[in-house]
């Protein structure tokens, strides 16, 4: 019984029925992207920082949104920020399965003008060769009847 039982088990796996995965260190690696920009005038700063992690899977490169961490700040008293807007994504091929479109918009408080976001845990590693993996952030500034924006991106990876 025990040798049919190693029989079958070594057929499921040289059939490719059963890919064993490892989580192994060196199959998954971090980083982290930070961008400041300023509006066209200097008087409004973003800053926003991008955590991501890369897992090979079958000898590509995945992509994941961990998390996004950003804070506005006025730099001049006469202006003031209307909305802070964050869009995020994470677009591409998902384990040779198909097209995933993982998108998400976040309205950072005024109060604090920060943020931290984590993207929803359902969503899926996207591979290298054809994605987005990024998030833009807009900032509405008015000083009193102008307004213009502050647009800022920062993407890990952008081969769409």
């Not at 604090?112 to 359902?122: A, R, V």
Request: include cysteine; proline fraction near 3%; charged fraction near 20%.
């Amino acid at each position: 019984m025990k040798k049919m039982i190693c029989v079958l088990i070594a057929l499921v796996f040289s059939f490719g029925l059963f890919t064993p995965t490892s989580n192994a260190a060196s199959d998954t690696k971090t980083g982290q992207i930070t961008s400041t920009k300023y509006d066209p005038t200097g008087g409004v700063k973003s800053v926003n920082t991008i955590y991501f992690e890369i897992k090979e899977i079958k000898g590509d490169e995945y992509y994941a949104i961990k998390k996004i961490t950003g804070k506005v700040t006025v730099l001049e008293g006469l202006y003031r920020v209307n909305k802070i807007t964050v869009k995020y994504a994470q677009i591409g091929v998902y384990n040779g399965i198909g097209h995933k479109e993982q998108t998400a918009t976040n309205y950072p408080s005024l109060k604090t003008m920060s943020y931290t976001i984590t993207p929803d845990k359902k969503w899926k590693p996207v591979r290298r060769n054809w994605a987005l993996v990024g998030n833009n952030v807009t900032v509405d500034i008015q000083r009193g009847g102008s307004k213009w924006q502050l647009k800022q991106k920062n993407n890990v990876v952008e081969t769409l």
